[in-house]
C-alpha cells in the first residue's frame, strides 16, 4: 500500500509531504520511505495562519479552511511526481492539517459534562476532491474522543518503528511543541512513555521574528 501523510505544525510556515511504501500491520509493519517534498506557504499566508490561531474571525478561518485544503492537495500531488508516481498508484492520504487551536484540558458543560476540543483546518473533502485518493484526517479529535490528550501523536509508530530488544530509545521531536517517546528495551507496548516537554520551534520562531525585525521567521 502507498501512502501519503500530509502535516503542517504550529510554526504554520508550509505542508511537508511523505509517500511511503507500507506492508503488514501491527508490529509486522514495514515502511519504505519513497519521496519527501516540502511546499512552503506563499508569502503572506503564514501569518494569516498564525493570527487566525490567535484571534482569526469565523468568516476566515472559514475561508482558511479551504485555501489550505487546496495548499495540502497541491503538496500530495508534488510529492507523487516526485517519487515518479501517478495520483492513481497511491491508495490513501493521511491528513493531519493546520492546528490552530488545541484544548485538552476539559471544561465541564451543563447536561454533557467534561468537554475537549482541538481544531485542525485544511479541509480534507477538498483534498480528496482534488486528488481522487480517500484521505482519512481529524486524527487530534478523534484521540481526545477517545480519552487521549490529543498529543503527542506519534508514539504508536515510533514504537513499530524504532522498538528494539536490546536498546532503549528516546526519540525526540523538535516541533511547535516540543515531544518525546521513550522506548525501553524488550518494552512491551503498555511500557511506552510519551508526552510533551514545552515549547519548541514557537520559541524559535518568535526569537528569530523578532531578533531580524520580522524579516525572517
Not at 508550509?14 to 506563499?42: C, E, H, N, Q
Not at 487566525?52 to 503538496?75: M, P, R, Y
Not at 498529543?151 to 518503528?161: E, F, G, K, S
Request: glycine letters at 12%.
Amino acid at each position: 500500500m502507498r501512502v501519503i501523510g500530509l502535516m503542517s505544525g504550529t510554526s504554520g510556515d508550509g505542508v511537508d509531504a511523505a509517500l511511503v511504501s507500507i506492508r503488514g500491520t501491527g508490529l509486522d509493519l514495514k515502511v519504505v520511505p519513497l519521496a519527501f517534498v516540502p511546499t512552503p506557504y506563499p508569502a503572506g499566508l503564514q501569518q494569516r495562519v498564525l493570527d487566525a490561531a490567535l484571534g482569526g474571525t469565523v468568516a476566515e478561518i472559514c475561508h482558511l479552511n479551504a485555501l489550505l485544503g487546496e495548499w495540502f492537495a497541491k503538496a500530495a500531488r508534488r510529492v507523487v511526481m516526485r517519487a515518479g508516481l501517478t495520483l492513481s498508484d497511491v491508495h490513501l492520504i493521511g491528513s493531519h492539517g493546520q492546528t490552530l487551536h488545541h484544548l485538552p484540558k476539559p471544561r465541564r458543560e451543563p447536561g454533557v459534562g467534561p468537554i475537549r476540543s482541538t481544531l485542525q483546518i485544511a479541509e480534507p473533502a477538498i483534498i480528496a476532491e482534488r486528488t481522487g485518493i480517500t484521505t482519512v484526517a481529524d486524527f487530534r479529535p478523534r484521540d481526545l474522543a477517545a480519552g487521549g490528550q490529543g498529543a503527542p501523536l506519534a508514539p504508536y509508530v515510533h514504537y513499530l518503528l524504532f522498538k528494539h530488544r536490546r536498546r532503549s530509545r528516546l526519540i525526540v521531536n523538535l516541533g511547535g511543541i516540543s515531544n518525546v517517546t521513550y522506548l525501553p528495551a524488550w518494552g512491551a507496548l503498555p511500557s511506552l512513555r510519551a508526552f510533551d516537554t514545552g515549547p519548541g520551534n514557537m520559541v524559535l520562531d518568535a526569537l528569530v521574528s523578532r531578533l531580524t525585525k520580522g524579516t525572517q521567521s
